[in-house]
Structure formats: structure tokens, C-alpha cells
């Protein structure tokens, strides 16, 4: 598979950030350019333009992102976010492609907003003063985030006394935060807010509740408290003399009138409780990264070289499966840190199943070989799901579900649809018919693949968020 069709295929399946559940979303193609690419000229217009004809004449909707995992996740096949999820329909509805530029700072995104390099941006922050017009399009809380030692604010009153913290567009203030005394920085993310509160700059941060359960698995020793207001996720559209934006104002009202019940349920799905990082995995899963994954690190990625994976992707299976330990040892006999049976290890030539690095290479290699045999006809990311799941229960198992799937009605070429198939197969009126028999792992490895792509996902924000910390001194007070 070459690289460019993996780097930037964008039909079919994309799963809940950091959650296990997925949900099936048809999108518009996707481009990610750079912030500094001039996007879309219309200063450059004598006369006035209409915005929405300029998007649909070009065939392609601009939008500028905070670079965030609430809004944009770039996986090795897909792309994820709840912004980025609304705004490829938004693009699907207006018959157009979709185009993300993402920004590292807010300051950034502004700037993009304001020479227009993008036709529109998308974010929670706070805009004072930004000449521009705006569409809401889901309505969110903001909340303190303190640490887990200070006492729970309870309400804004706890909070007068306290020094905050907020990620904003615009560093003036804010009316709604008159009573407390917040710092508003248009250079820090949401992620970096949180950073300066865990390290002890800031009494509290303050940031959006569906925001911090996406980003709460990586900060276990904070806690959201007092609610403080509601505020909009919205999109923003630059005023200029020689735009006329009323014709796209009124499409992205319409939009999100009918499509209303899709923006709750793709809510739902990204912004769901994370079962699967308690406080307990989540200071655990931060220290065997800290202590654990430089030690295969280069080896993951040397086998993510040979077998054309994302080495994440690779580091996830073997934390699933044995927390990165060498000598892991299951009551069912197998071993490892890729936890290989003897049957796979000697397919794959390993010798030593404990040697970890033998143990990478070849969990790698079998993984691949699953891979490989899977029908033409399953396009990624499903494919790399679905052999995951023949890694976990068995190549056999897998191809009974792909069958019932079609016998009932369903694309046996979809993950999410297969994924209800498995589970069937503990059940007698369902294995007695199935050739490969009863799965007992059927269940599990739904749950197996589920918990692979969350820590693929944590490890790719980790790769990029955590031990470049020192930059935030900066930033503190």
C-alpha cells in the first residue's frame, strides 16, 4: 500500500476520539495545507464577492482548526474530531471538499480568520472584539479545572478569590468572566491551560467541559469543579467590505437546524465518559510511557518501517497486551511483551517469546500477514480493525462475522457492522451454522480492538503533548 493513498484516504469509517465506540461517517474529501498556504483571495476582489457562491465556484470549504484533538485528529488512514466531523458534513451538504488548516496557537487561528487564508474557523474559545460574524452550532459548559489537592470550587463565588487561567482568541475581557480573575492567553491551547494548572502556575483553568473528557485521560490529577457559564461552539466568518456573507450565514443556519440531531448524537459519540481511563490506568499508562516505551521505541518504529503500519499503532497493540512488559505471562500460556502463543511464535520464528524485541517483530509480522489476506474489497481503516480483531480471536472467527453480516443485510466490509456480528458468536443459534464454530473470544475482541485504537490515539497526543512541557514556563505567571 503506498504511502499517499494511506496518508490521505478519507471515505468510510471514523471512531470516537479517545473512546471505543465508532460511528459511521460519510465526509467530503480532506486536505490537510499548511498555515501558511493563502488560501482563499478575496481582498484581492475589486467588487464585492458573496462568500458562499466564492466556496462553491472553488469547490472547496477552507476551515481553520485549533490543533486539537477535540477538533482534529489525524490518524494513519483517517482523520477524527468533533469540529472536523460537522464540518466535513457541512462541506457533503454544500457539495463541496473539504479543506482543515490547523493552527498551533489561537493567536494563529485569528490571524488566519483575519487575512483571511481560510474561508471560516471553527472553535469554543472566546472571540471579544473579533470583527466577525458568527454561526453557533453546539452549545458547551465551561468549567474549572483544579488539581485533584485543592479544594472542589462548588460554584463561581469559590472562584473569586483564585487565580485563573483561559485559552482565548482575543485578549481582551471577557464580560462574562468580570467577577474572577482570569489571565486569558492567545498563546497557550486548551492542553497547554491544563499543563499550567497541573504544574502549579495557575488555582484553576477554564475550559469546556466536553473539552476536558477528551483530554482528561492525560491529565489524571485534575478535575473538573465549578461550572461557570455556557458558552457556543461556533463558526466564524470574517468581515471585509468586499465580502458579502448573508448567503453563507443563511446556509450554516439551515444546516444546523436540520442537521441538529446529528450534531447531538456525533456529540454523544466523541464526548461520551471515557470508561477506559480511570484515574488509576490513566497514572499508569502515564508512567509505563515515561518509563516503559523508550525501550522499544526504535523498535516499534523499525517494524512499523518493515510492515507499513503507524508505529503508535504498533506500541498500542503491545500496551493492550502487556503494558510494555517483557515477561508478561497470561493464564492461557501466552508470553511476552506481544503476548504470542507458541503455535504464532514459531510460525513467526520467534524463539524466545520473553526477548522483547523478538517478540515486537513478530507480533508485527503476524499482524501484517492478517492484513494482507483480507479481501481487496475492505478499505482502511477498516481493514486495519478488522485485523486486529483476527489478531485477538482468530482469522476464522472473523470471516463467520464478515458472513452473518451479509446474511443479515449489513456491509461486511464495515467495521462498526462486523463488530456487532462477533459477539453473536457465543450464541448457539448463531455458531452452531458458522464454520469456524463457537468464538469465545467473539465479545472480546471488540473490546480488544476498542481498547487499540484508544491507546493508539493516546499515544499519538502523547508523542505530541507530553515532555515539551518546558515551553510553558513562558507562559506562566
Given at each position: 500500500m503506498d504511502i499517499?493513498?494511506?496518508?490521505?484516504?478519507?471515505?468510510?469509517?471514523a471512531l470516537s476520539l479517545l473512546i471505543g465506540?465508532?460511528?459511521?461517517?460519510?465526509?467530503?474529501?480532506?486536505?490537510?495545507?499548511?498555515?501558511?498556504?493563502?488560501?482563499?483571495?478575496?481582498?484581492?476582489?475589486a467588487q464585492q464577492q458573496n462568500r458562499l457562491a466564492h466556496i462553491q465556484n472553488?469547490?472547496?470549504?477552507e476551515l481553520g482548526l485549533l490543533k486539537?484533538?477535540?477538533?482534529?485528529?489525524?490518524?494513519?488512514?483517517?482523520?477524527?474530531?468533533?469540529?472536523?466531523?460537522?464540518?466535513?458534513?457541512?462541506?457533503?451538504?454544500?457539495?463541496?471538499?473539504?479543506?482543515i488548516q490547523l493552527y498551533d496557537t489561537p493567536k494563529a487561528l485569528r490571524h488566519a480568520?483575519?487575512?483571511?487564508?481560510?474561508?471560516?474557523?471553527?472553535?469554543?474559545?472566546?472571540?471579544?472584539?473579533?470583527?466577525?460574524?458568527?454561526?453557533?452550532?453546539?452549545t458547551v459548559e465551561l468549567v474549572a479545572v483544579q488539581t485533584r489537592q485543592q479544594p472542589s470550587a462548588q460554584n463561581i463565588e469559590a472562584l473569586a478569590s483564585l487565580t485563573g487561567v483561559k485559552s482565548t482568541l482575543s485578549s481582551k475581557p471577557n464580560r462574562a468572566l468580570t467577577k474572577l480573575s482570569v489571565n486569558t492567553l492567545t498563546s497557550a491551547t486548551p492542553e497547554e491551560i491544563l499543563t499550567l494548572v497541573q504544574q502549579g502556575h495557575y488555582d484553576y483553568g477554564l475550559i469546556s467541559r466536553h473539552h476536558f473528557q477528551v483530554l482528561s485521560p492525560f491529565f489524571p490529577e485534575l478535575k473538573a469543579t465549578a461550572e461557570v457559564n455556557q458558552q457556543p461552539l461556533q463558526w466564524h466568518l470574517s468581515r471585509h467590505k468586499n465580502v458579502d456573507n448573508s448567503d453563507m450565514i443563511a446556509a450554516l443556519k439551515q444546516f444546523v437546524a436540520t442537521q441538529q440531531q446529528h450534531i447531538e448524537n456525533t456529540?454523544?459519540?466523541?464526548?461520551?465518559?471515557?470508561?477506559?481511563?480511570?484515574?488509576?490506568?490513566?497514572?499508569?499508562f502515564k508512567r509505563h510511557w515515561e518509563q516503559r516505551l523508550s525501550l522499544y521505541s526504535a523498535d516499534f518504529q523499525l517494524a512499523a518501517e518493515e510492515y507499513v503500519f503507524d508505529w503508535q499503532l504498533l506500541a498500542a497493540v503491545g500496551y493492550q497486551e502487556s503494558h510494555w512488559d517483557p515477561n508478561a505471562v497470561s493464564p492461557t500460556g501466552v508470553e511476552g511483551l506481544m503476548m504470542l502463543t507458541r503455535?504464532?511464535?514459531?510460525?513467526?520464528?520467534?524463539?524466545?517469546?520473553?526477548?522483547?524485541?523478538a517478540s515486537i517483530y513478530g507480533g508485527s509480522a503476524y499482524l501484517a500477514g492478517i492484513h494482507k489476506r483480507m479481501p481487496e474489497s475492505i478499505r482502511e481503516p477498516d481493514r486495519t480493525w478488522m485485523a486486529l480483531a483476527a489478531y485477538n480471536a482468530g482469522y476464522g472467527h472473523l470471516l463467520d462475522a464478515r458472513r452473518l453480516t451479509a446474511e443479515q443485510g449489513d456491509n461486511p466490509d464495515n467495521w462498526a457492522q462486523v463488530a456487532k456480528r462477533l459477539p453473536l458468536l457465543t450464541q448457539p443459534e448463531y455458531y452452531q451454522h458458522a464454520r469456524y464454530g463457537y468464538a469465545r473470544g467473539?465479545?472480546?475482541?471488540?473490546?480488544?480492538?476498542?481498547?487499540?485504537?484508544?491507546?493508539?490515539?493516546?499515544?499519538?497526543w502523547a508523542e505530541q503533548h507530553w515532555g515539551s512541557s518546558a515551553q510553558l514556563v513562558a507562559m506562566a505567571p
Open positions: 499517499a493513498k494511506r496518508t490521505y484516504w478519507t471515505d468510510g469509517l465506540a465508532s460511528t459511521l461517517i460519510p465526509w467530503a474529501h480532506i486536505f490537510t495545507i499548511t498555515p501558511n498556504a493563502s488560501a482563499s483571495s478575496y481582498t484581492s476582489q472553488k469547490q472547496a470549504l486539537t484533538p477535540a477538533s482534529y485528529f489525524q490518524r494513519q488512514h483517517d482523520a477524527i474530531g468533533f469540529d472536523y466531523h460537522i464540518a466535513a458534513r457541512l462541506a457533503e451538504e454544500l457539495g463541496v471538499e473539504l479543506s480568520l483575519d487575512t483571511q487564508n481560510v474561508d471560516m474557523i471553527a472553535t469554543e474559545l472566546s472571540a471579544n472584539s473579533i470583527p466577525s460574524d458568527t454561526v453557533p452550532y453546539y456529540a454523544n459519540t466523541y464526548f461520551a465518559p471515557i470508561k477506559r481511563f480511570d484515574l488509576y490506568s490513566s497514572r499508569a503455535p504464532t511464535a514459531r510460525e513467526m520464528g520467534v524463539a524466545d517469546r520473553r526477548d522483547p524485541i467473539g465479545a472480546q475482541a471488540v473490546y480488544y480492538v476498542e481498547a487499540v485504537q484508544h491507546y493508539y490515539h493516546a499515544l499519538l
